[in-house]
């Protein structure tokens, strides 16, 4: 299974939460999501490129799409997205309604 399929997975999960809190009118507030979301991809393209430099962390060059940001490949940064995502997804709908 590549990268991207697996990320496929994950991200499939997150989008339904997403469209779930979207439903119920308890969205989290996208242009926060989105400016974190920068924050957050900015910081692991640093991260994730130390770390693979380092030797920390190594991938399959057959299952990676072979596009990177530096060393890091593309695939790499779909879990901060999913993250960036789900979390306030989540929150919103476990907030209680006011």
């Not at 400016?35 to 994730?48: H, P, Q, S």
Request: aromatic share 10%; hydrophobic share 65%; charged share 10%.
């Amino acid at each position: 299974m590549s990268y991207w399929a697996l990320n496929a997975v994950f991200l499939a999960a997150v989008a339904v939460v997403a469209v779930v809190a979207i439903a119920r009118g308890r969205a989290p507030r996208w242009g926060t999501v989105a400016l974190v979301a920068g924050v957050v991809v900015i910081l692991t393209a640093v991260f994730d490129n130390v770390m693979i430099g380092v030797g920390l962390v190594g991938y399959d060059r057959a299952l990676i799409s072979g596009v990177f940001v530096g060393i890091a490949p593309l695939e790499d940064f779909a879990y901060a997205v999913a993250a960036v995502v789900l979390l306030p997804a989540l929150w919103s709908l476990g907030a209680r309604p006011r």
